[in-house]
């Protein structure tokens, strides 16, 4: 038998077995689309519920460090009883770690994603110490104004934050790198209005009371003595008094004490060789040894409070900076007190910088009308570049020399706080002397410790973030 195939039938055996092919083939492509897509959205689902849970979290977190901040609980819940937040919810607790630390933890749910976040808080007191220059303006003066300036090099610059009782106004090439803010009102500046910041309470100190080293009692033992090189005929203690680092009413002085209304003791130690270098830096400056440290006679008299009922001057007439030394490099961290002014005409150095500290506050005598006041410039020669201080005038800080031969520019390494105002109007003529506040944080921070500073009446503790990171979910 013989079976005959008609051509055309083989084509369409073949065009036939090609198509179903290809419909096989397009069937496994469709299918294997919808896979992938079903898994794309499966994962942009996941990635989607994940991104919104560390939301949440952060949303969480955020509210408890709030209500902490404003002296609240923070309101974050638990596990049984989480709080609701957009479309999901959180919970977590909160641990005081007893080292000046709170811990906050916070788990954010959306969907079926979890996340946790972690945040470690500081607490730091209210100080007179975290604003580079406060003026309080306890007088309640409407018009005061504290002003910066000038142009170019010669512009001001303050690197903190600022605060005025009263207004602030800032023209030509003056910088404020830092919170600007005033009860008053804002000119040439952005920041806040409006806003009162606390005093610190020295009456609540009593350091007439509480204090370390009575300097002016310590002097009622003192003797007459002439030195060349420092200057004059003073009275002056024993190296090994704790008190020996000041000099009483120098007789080569006498154009300046004979202005004031107390006795006056001069921040100058003769038991150390003077230096006359004009170079400004700490190695230049004549050494203020502290009794008892680094192989110096006498007890400690280091990390002390140092109450001088009368006034206290860094001046002199040889001399261009001091700077506080010992020979084994110990930091030093003192505070002196002042019932009268602080005159400051030479500049003020640490030898370790990093570690050591001086506080220097002027209060007020009620029967001395100018008093608690911190007046810095030299009175003749203008040569006061540079402090490194913490400084606090219950009433006003002055510039005692702004003139054609007055300094040029004076940089403080620390802070400026008067308890009313800081009056320094720093043009004379076309002549603008630069001031440059560079805001030391250290106290603020809690990094240096210093004796007997003075509190904040009726202010709370303040928190800063000082971690913040992704947790492990339990």
């Known amino acids: 038998m013989k079976i005959h195939i008609n051509r055309n039938q083989r084509r369409r055996g073949g065009a036939l077995l090609i198509a179903l092919i290809a419909t096989m083939v397009c069937a496994g492509l469709a299918a294997a689309l919808m896979s992938v897509g079903t898994a794309a959205k499966n994962e942009h689902a996941a990635a989607t519920g994940r991104l919104q849970a560390l939301y949440v979290a952060e949303a969480g977190l955020s509210a408890g460090i709030d209500a902490?901040?404003?002296?609240?609980?923070?309101?974050?819940?638990?596990?049984?009883?989480?709080?609701?937040f957009s479309n999901g919810d959180y919970w977590g607790t909160t641990v005081d770690n007893g080292d000046d630390t709170l811990t906050l933890t916070v788990f954010g749910r959306s969907r079926n994603d979890t996340r946790g976040l972690e945040a470690v808080l500081l607490r730091r007191s209210e100080s007179i110490y975290s604003n580079a220059l406060f003026a309080g303006n306890t007088s309640g003066d409407p018009n005061y104004n504290m002003k910066f300036g000038g142009v170019g090099v010669q512009g001001d610059r303050v690197n903190g934050n600022v605060y005025s009782?009263?207004?602030?106004?800032?023209?030509?090439?003056?910088?404020?790198?830092?919170?600007?803010?005033?009860?008053?009102?804002?000119?040439?500046?952005?920041?806040?209005?409006?806003?009162?910041?606390?005093?610190?309470?020295?009456?609540?100190?009593?350091?007439?009371?509480?204090?370390?080293?009575?300097?002016?009692?310590a002097?009622?033992?003192?003797?007459?003595r002439s030195s060349s090189s420092y200057g004059g005929s003073a009275w002056q203690l024993p190296e090994s008094n704790p008190a020996h680092i000041f000099r009483k009413n120098p007789s080569d002085r006498a154009s300046n004490t004979s202005t004031t209304a107390k006795d006056d003791y001069f921040l100058e130690d003769v038991y150390e060789p003077i230096s006359t270098s004009s170079a400004v830096n700490a190695a230049a400056g004549a050494h203020i040894t502290i009794s008892g440290v680094g192989g110096e006679p006498g007890p400690n008299g280091n990390d002390l409070v140092y109450y001088i009922d009368g006034n206290l001057w860094i001046h002199n007439r040889s001399a261009y900076s001091f700077t506080l030394w010992n020979a084994s490099g110990t930091p030093v961290k003192v505070t002196f007190v002042v019932r009268g002014n602080i005159y400051i005409s030479d500049n003020i150095f640490y030898q370790d910088p990093a570690r050591s500290g001086l506080a220097l506050i002027a209060m007020k005598d009620s029967a001395v009308t100018d008093s608690g006041n911190i007046y810095f410039g030299d009175p003749v020669f203008g040569t006061l570049?540079?402090?490194?201080?913490?400084?606090?005038?219950?009433?006003?800080?002055?510039?005692?020399?702004?003139?054609?031969?007055?300094?040029?520019?004076?940089?403080?390494?620390?802070n400026m706080t008067a308890g009313n105002q800081v009056k320094i109007n720093r043009d004379f003529g076309s002549q603008h002397s630069k001031l440059t506040v560079d805001f030391d944080s250290r106290v603020w921070d809690g990094d240096l410790t210093l004796p007997g500073l003075p509190t904040i009446t009726g202010a709370g503790p303040t928190f800063a973030v000082a971690s913040w990171r992704e947790v492990p979910v339990p």
Not at 385 to 405: I, K, P, R, V
């Open 165 to 217: 009782g009263g207004n602030i106004t800032r023209v030509g090439d003056a910088q404020l790198n830092g919170s600007v803010r005033a009860r008053g009102a804002l000119s040439g500046t952005p920041g806040e209005s409006g806003v009162t910041q606390p005093i610190p309470d020295l009456a609540g100190m009593n350091y007439p009371v509480n204090h370390n080293v009575n300097v002016a009692a």
């Open 68 to 84: 902490v901040r404003n002296g609240a609980p923070a309101p974050l819940g638990d596990a049984l009883n989480p709080i609701p």
């Open 219 to 224: 002097f009622a033992s003192a003797t007459l």
């Open 385 to 414: 570049e540079y402090m490194s201080a913490f400084m606090y005038a219950e009433n006003n800080f002055y510039d005692s020399n702004l003139s054609a031969t007055g300094s040029a520019r004076v940089t403080v390494k620390g």
